[in-house]
C-alpha cells in the first residue's frame, strides 16, 4: 500500500470519527516571499540540545497562536507554541499538521493540512504561511486567529522518504504548495550523507507570489551540483526575463527544465499545487483527492510511470 494510501485511509479514520469531514482536499494558490527567521536546534549550545523533547502526538493537539506577521495581502505568517521552549515536532519528511476546528453554527469539523516551512527541530514554536481564499473554511479559520487563540492539530504523513531512495528528485510546484516541497528540500540538502539530485520547478503567477525565493536560491548556491531551480511566471516585465522562465508548466517547458533524463531510473517526481496544475501536468487524482489517480498530462506523454509519480 502506498504512503500516500495510507495517510488518505488514516484520514479516512479520523473522517469517520468526525462524522463527515468537510475537507476539500489539495488547494494552493500563489503568495509573496519572505525570509523565514526561525530558530532551530543546530544553532544551540549541545546541553540545550540534549534537553530537547520531541512531541508524542497523541491523536489531535491543542496548539496556543503566538504571532503572526503578514507577508502579503492574502498570506499570513503563523508561528504558534509548542506546549514546553524545550519541544520540538519532529515531523519526519514529508509531514503536514492537520488542522481540525468546528466553525460556529456547523456541526461538521472542517479538517485542512499546512505544512511547517520551520525546522522539525526548532523548539518551542512551529510556523506555517497560509494563502487566505476567499470564503476558504481552513485558511479563513487560520487567519481569522489572534495571539493567544488555540486550533487542533494532528501530523499527516504525505509523503515518505528515505535518505538516497532516489537518485533524483524532480519537484513541480505551485504557488503556496510549495511548502511540502521546501520541508523535503531542506532535509535532503541539510544532511551530508544524502546524494540525491534536486530539481525544483516552481510556477507562479508573478515574481511577487514567489514563496521562499531567498532560501531556495541560498540552497542553489550552496549546493549548485544538487539543487537547481527554475521559476515559472506567467507575467514578468522584461528587464526580469533572465532570472525567470515566462509561461505556464507544460510539455515544452518541463522537456526545457527537467534535468533528469527520461532513461534516468530510480527518479521521483513530485507534483504539489492546485488541482487544474496537478490535473494538466499529472492528470486529476482520485477519489475527490483522496487517491493518485491515473497518471497522464505532461508528465504521462513524456513516458513517466505511475510509481515515479506522487502527487499531494
Ligand atoms: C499536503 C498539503 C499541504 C498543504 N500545505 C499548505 C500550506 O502550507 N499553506 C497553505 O496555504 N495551504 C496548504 N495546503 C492547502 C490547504 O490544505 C487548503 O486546501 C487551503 O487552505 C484551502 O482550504 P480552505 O478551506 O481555505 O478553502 P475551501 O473552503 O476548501 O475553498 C474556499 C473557496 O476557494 C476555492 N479554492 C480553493 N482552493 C482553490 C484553488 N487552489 N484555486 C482556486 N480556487 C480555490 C474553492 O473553490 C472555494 O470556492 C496544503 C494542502 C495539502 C494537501
Known amino acids: 500500500m502506498s504512503g500516500y494510501l495510507r495517510t488518505s485511509l488514516r484520514v479516512a479514520g479520523v473522517a469517520a470519527a468526525g462524522a463527515g469531514v468537510a475537507y476539500a482536499g489539495h488547494h ?26 520531541k512531541m508524542s502526538w497523541k491523536g489531535f493537539t491543542e496548539l ?18 509548542l506546549p ?14 492537520l488542522t481540525r476546528h468546528t466553525p460556529e453554527g456547523a456541526w461538521i469539523p472542517v479538517f485542512r493540512p499546512y505544512t511547517p516551512v520551520s525546522e522539525n527541530d526548532a523548539p518551542g514554536t512551529v510556523t506555517f504561511m497560509v494563502k487566505k481564499y476567499p470564503n476558504g473554511k481552513g485558511s479563513g479559520k487560520m487567519h481569522s486567529l489572534k495571539p493567544g487563540d488555540s486550533l487542533l492539530f494532528k501530523p499527516l504523513h504525505e509523503f515518505d522518504y528515505k535518505p538516497n531512495q532516489y537518485s533524483a528528485v524532480t519537484c513541480i510546484a ?15 540538502l541539510n544532511n551530508p550523507e544524502d546524494k540525491t539530485k534536486i530539481a ?10 514567489i514563496l521562499l525565493k531567498q532560501e531556495f536560491d541560498e540552497f542553489a548556491q550552496k549546493y549548485p551540483d544538487r539543487f537547481t531551480r527554475s521559476y515559472v511566471v506567467s507575467t514578468t516585465t522584461p528587464q526580469n526575463e533572465g532570472e525567470y522562465v515566462k509561461g505556464y508548466v507544460n510539455k515544452e517547458l518541463l522537456t526545457k527544465v527537467m534535468p533528469h533524463k527520461l532513461n534516468e531510473r530510480n527518479v521521483k517526481v513530485l507534483v504539489s499545487g492546485p488541482p487544474p496544475m496537478t490535473a494538466s501536468i499529472a492528470g486529476a487524482k482520485g477519489g475527490f483527492g483522496w487517491t493518485q489517480g491515473s497518471l497522464g498530462g505532461v508528465l504521462g506523454e513524456l513516458g513517466y510511470t505511475k510509481e515515479e509519480v506522487h502527487k499531494f
Open 28 to 53: 494552493y494558490l500563489t503568495t509573496t516571499s519572505f525570509f523565514l527567521t526561525t530558530a532551530h536546534a543546530e544553532s544551540l549550545p549541545s546541553d540545550s540540545r540534549a534537553a530537547l523533547k
Open 174 to 188: 505551485g504557488g503556496s504548495g510549495i511548502t511540502p516541497i521546501y520541508q523535503l528540500t531542506r532535509a535532503i
Open 84 to 97: 514546553d521552549d524545550e519541544s520540538v515536532t519532529g515531523l519526519a519528511p514529508i509531514t503536514s499538521l
Open 200 to 209: 525544483l520547478v516552481y510556477a507562479n503567477n508573478s515574481e511577487e507570489d
Open 64 to 81: 496556543k497562536l503566538q504571532s503572526t506577521e503578514q507577508v502579503n495581502h492574502n498570506v499570513k505568517k503563523l508561528t504558534f507554541a
